[in-house]
């Protein structure tokens, strides 16, 4: 299995070791040899798509950064990762930071970025020790400030510490976060590479994503976007948790069966189980039933035959003594709690999934609800300025439609008279001083 | 509140970016990271200090769910149960921390030792069931066992 970021090399996370692998040449090279334009181009022909879960190709999302301005520019590296089920971000943190520190550098320099932010969650205190540590030794080292190795090009690059609010993994979210203020997302258009940072032109990557940067610099875009599926090209670093006997971080090419990924690399279902489903990507892309999960193959394009989502690529194994209704339940309130409250559809929508579901599981659900739940999610797709909204509703969409089964029998036969109480508030809201 | 080097930091801290209301969210680190938690004197302050409405700092506060806006116990105990760690017991595990402390959400310790709260995921899904503490140390792969482990080891630090 080919490796581009997660590599059997003993302490790659010291400065020695990662140079002693070849480390920074590539930044190297692109100073040395490369115009800018060129580097942009060759993250264009590898094919590289955003890990973040949108799967934007890269390379576009960088040549809509105005080449010729007099405005500051800014590159923001996507640390927030706080979906639920995935922890990958974590893992280059330790493994391998000076690669993805290289890929910001050269990044910069490909964009004319004079200034990077990294936001990393506030609970990631030890990885932003780390981070910290590392940007300090590139400082020394010349790597990072002015002229990087010796170049005419400088760059300056700070981490900004979250302080606990998913939906600061946002793009646009991210930027009002790094400004100061309260994490909301913003109206798009216009895109951040026209006005982002203070209005500037901003671009936002994931983690991951730029931690690619050096190898495809290093081995050609060529060579990267023949590793795993075609569209959807490189590896990715799969997080696997749940029901399942060895849960960790594997980093295996795009296209890897989901079966092999679970049976082969992770030892299989826990105690002997079998399994009843499986959410590939995250826990706000559809999951899969066990039939799907079968023919499944991990990458953006094959997972949409089965209306789902590689998403963060985090993947959560439920067997089959998993109660949907209890997942899904607990899936709605982490979206609920973590809706920044602006728009209606979602703040409202998210509370009233959530009732229902906990009715419901209650004992006191009523056939009706499983469509009413479909019709408030179809609601707040799509109507809502960020994606966070779509977030919340294609769990609660898919996973009744899927297994619609198990949540009707859940509900008891007799009608019951429910009391009719219409308030609920983001918590995000209502968290005031008492 | 701050000392004349913690000045001098946030100046610095406050060249990082190109407005000085950038730096709150530093600053009220620093300001958490001094007192345990957030109280609105610490916010009137921030906002003198950045030059920002006291109220623009109380919603910036209110929206992180981080930023404490109580005192806590001396471990303040943050078990994730979201979904990776329901599967593999996140919701036993902060049961059985209360029911052993004594305490819920939002409650303390009447030895001001301990206080807990349900956090969502933290990134540490694949070694289930976890807690962090203090916004800080993460301890993975939990039994009631190692639980208890610990909480005799916090005793003893203090
Ligand atoms: C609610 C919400 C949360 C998100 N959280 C993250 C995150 O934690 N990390 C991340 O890289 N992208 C996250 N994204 C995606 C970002 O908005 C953005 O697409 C991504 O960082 C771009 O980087 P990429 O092109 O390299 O993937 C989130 C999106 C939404 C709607
Ligand atoms: S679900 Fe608990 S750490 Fe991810």
């Given at each position: 299995?080919?490796?581009?970021i997660?590599?059997?090399?003993?302490?790659?996370?010291?400065?020695?070791?990662?140079?002693?692998?070849?480390?920074?040449s590539?930044?190297?090279?692109?100073?040395?040899?490369?115009?800018?334009?060129?580097?942009i181009?060759?993250?264009?022909?590898?094919?590289?798509?955003?890990?973040?879960?949108?799967?934007?190709?890269?390379?576009?999302?960088?040549?809509?950064?105005?080449?010729?301005?007099?405005?500051?520019?800014?590159?923001?590296?996507?640390?927030?990762?706080?979906?639920?089920?995935?922890?990958?971000?974590?893992?280059?943190?330790?493994r391998?930071?000076?690669?993805?520190?290289?890929?910001t550098?050269?990044?910069?320099?490909?964009?004319?970025?004079?200034?990077?932010?990294?936001?990393i969650?506030?609970?990631?205190?030890?990885?932003?020790?780390?981070?910290?540590?590392?940007?300090?030794?590139?400082?020394?080292?010349?790597?990072?400030?002015?002229?990087v190795?010796?170049?005419?090009?400088?760059?300056?690059?700070?981490?900004?510490?979250?302080?606990?609010?998913?939906i600061?993994?946002?793009?646009?979210?991210?930027?009002?976060?790094?400004?100061?203020?309260?994490?909301?997302?913003?109206?798009?258009?216009?895109?951040?590479?026209?006005?982002?940072?203070?209005?500037?032109?901003?671009?936002?990557?994931?983690?991951?994503?730029?931690?690619n940067i050096?190898?495809?610099?290093?081995r050609?875009?060529?060579?990267?976007?023949?590793?795993?599926?075609?569209?959807?090209?490189?590896?990715?670093?799969?997080?696997?948790?749940?029901?399942i006997?060895?849960?960790?971080?594997?980093?295996?090419?795009?296209?890897?069966?989901?079966?092999?990924?679970?049976?082969?690399?992770?030892?299989?279902?826990?105690?002997?189980?079998?399994?009843?489903?499986?959410?590939?990507?995250?826990?706000?892309?559809?999951?899969?039933?066990?039939?799907?999960?079968l023919?499944?193959?991990?990458?953006?394009?094959?997972?949409?035959?089965?209306?789902?989502?590689?998403?963060?690529?985090?993947?959560?194994?439920?067997?089959?003594?998993?109660?949907?209704l209890?997942?899904?339940?607990?899936?709605?309130?982490?979206?609920?709690?973590?809706?920044c409250?602006?728009?209606?559809?979602?703040?409202?929508?998210?509370?009233?999934?959530?009732?229902?579901?906990?009715?419901?599981?209650?004992?006191?659900?009523?056939?009706?609800?499983l469509?009413?739940?479909?019709?408030?999610?179809?609601?707040?797709?799509?109507?809502t300025?960020?994606?966070?909204?779509?977030?919340?509703?294609?769990?609660?969409?898919?996973?009744?439609?899927?297994?619609?089964?198990?949540?009707?029998?859940?509900?008891?036969?007799?009608?019951?008279?429910?009391?009719?109480?219409?308030?609920?508030?983001?918590?995000?809201?209502?968290?005031?001083?008492? | 509140?701050?000392?004349?080097?913690?000045?001098?930091?946030?100046?610095?801290?406050?060249?990082?970016?190109?407005?000085?209301?950038?730096?709150?969210?530093?600053?009220?680190?620093?300001?958490?990271?001094?007192?345990?938690?957030?109280?609105?004197?610490?916010?009137?302050?921030?906002?003198?200090?950045?030059?920002?409405?006291?109220?623009?700092?109380?919603?910036?506060v209110?929206?992180?769910?981080?930023?404490?806006?109580k005192?806590?116990?001396?471990?303040?105990?943050?078990?994730?149960?979201n979904?990776?760690?329901?599967?593999r017991?996140?919701?036993?595990?902060?049961?059985?921390?209360?029911?052993?402390?004594?305490?819920?959400?939002?409650?303390?310790?009447?030895?001001?030792?301990?206080?807990?709260?349900?956090?969502?995921?933290?990134?540490?899904?694949?070694?289930?069931?976890?807690?962090?503490?203090?916004?800080?140390?993460?301890?993975?792969?939990?039994?009631?066992?190692?639980?208890?482990?610990?909480?005799?080891?916090?005793?003893?630090?203090?």
């Amino acid at each position: 299995m080919t490796k581009i970021i997660l590599k059997d090399i003993d302490d790659l996370n010291t400065l020695e070791v990662y140079e002693a692998n070849g480390g920074f040449s590539a930044l190297k090279k692109v100073l040395k040899e490369m115009k800018a334009d060129e580097v942009i181009e060759e993250v264009k022909k590898s094919g590289l798509r955003g890990r973040g879960g949108a799967c934007f190709p890269t390379g576009l999302k960088w040549s809509f950064m105005p080449k010729v301005t007099d405005k500051p520019k800014f590159l923001c590296c996507n640390g927030d990762e706080s979906e639920p089920g995935s922890f990958k971000d974590r893992e280059i943190f330790e493994r391998n930071p000076y690669q993805f520190l290289e890929g910001t550098l050269i990044a910069c320099y490909a964009m004319g970025i004079k200034t990077a932010y990294i936001y990393i969650r506030g609970e990631y205190y030890r990885w932003i020790n780390i981070i910290e540590e590392c940007i300090n030794q590139l400082y020394k080292k010349g790597y990072i400030g002015k002229n990087v190795a010796g170049s005419s090009f400088s760059t300056d690059i700070y981490i900004h510490k979250g302080a606990g609010a998913y939906i600061c993994g946002e793009e646009s979210a991210l930027m009002s976060s790094i400004e100061g203020q309260r994490g909301y997302p913003r109206v798009k258009p216009p895109f951040p590479a026209q006005f982002g940072l203070w209005g500037y032109p901003t671009t936002i990557n994931n983690i991951e994503t730029i931690t690619n940067i050096p190898e495809i610099i290093n081995r050609g875009s060529k060579w990267f976007a023949s590793v795993g599926e075609p569209k959807h090209p490189g590896t990715l670093l799969f997080g696997i948790s749940g029901h399942i006997n060895k849960p960790g971080v594997y980093e295996l090419e795009t296209g890897t069966p989901l079966m092999t990924i679970i049976n082969e690399y992770c030892g299989g279902v826990w105690r002997g189980k079998s399994l009843k489903a499986v959410i590939p990507g995250g826990s706000s892309v559809p999951p899969l039933t066990r039939d799907e999960a079968l023919k499944a193959k991990m990458d953006s394009e094959s997972l949409k035959e089965f209306n789902s989502a590689i998403g963060t690529a985090g993947i959560i194994v439920m067997d089959q003594d998993t109660d949907l209704l209890e997942v899904l339940t607990r899936i709605t309130y982490f979206y609920f709690h973590e809706s920044c409250g602006q728009c209606t559809p979602c703040r409202e929508g998210c509370g009233w999934m959530l009732r229902i579901l906990r009715r419901i599981s209650e004992g006191k659900g009523r056939m009706s609800d499983l469509d009413l739940l479909i019709s408030v999610a179809d609601n707040i797709e799509g109507n809502t300025i960020c994606a966070l909204g779509d977030a919340a509703a294609w769990p609660v969409k898919w996973t009744i439609r899927k297994f619609r089964g198990e949540f009707e029998s859940k509900i008891q036969k007799e009608e019951i008279e429910l009391p009719n109480i219409n308030k609920v508030h983001s918590i995000r809201h209502t968290d005031y001083y008492t | 509140m701050f000392s004349e080097a913690e000045l001098i930091e946030i100046e610095k801290i406050k060249k990082r970016y190109e407005s000085p209301q950038s730096s709150l969210l530093p600053v009220l680190w620093m300001i958490q990271e001094k007192e345990g938690w957030i109280s609105k004197d610490s916010m009137s302050y921030a906002a003198e200090l950045l030059n920002i409405p006291y109220e623009y700092v109380l919603g910036v506060v209110s929206f992180y769910t981080m930023f404490f806006k109580k005192p806590k116990g001396k471990f303040h105990l943050q078990i994730c149960t979201n979904v990776s760690c329901m599967l593999r017991g996140g919701y036993e595990l902060y049961k059985y921390a209360c029911k052993k402390l004594g305490i819920n959400k939002e409650e303390i310790t009447s030895d001001g030792m301990f206080s807990i709260e349900e956090v969502e995921c933290l990134g540490s899904c694949a070694t289930a069931p976890m807690m962090q503490v203090n916004n800080k140390e993460y301890f993975e792969n939990l039994t009631f066992e190692k639980f208890d482990e610990l909480i005799e080891k916090f005793k003893k630090e203090i």
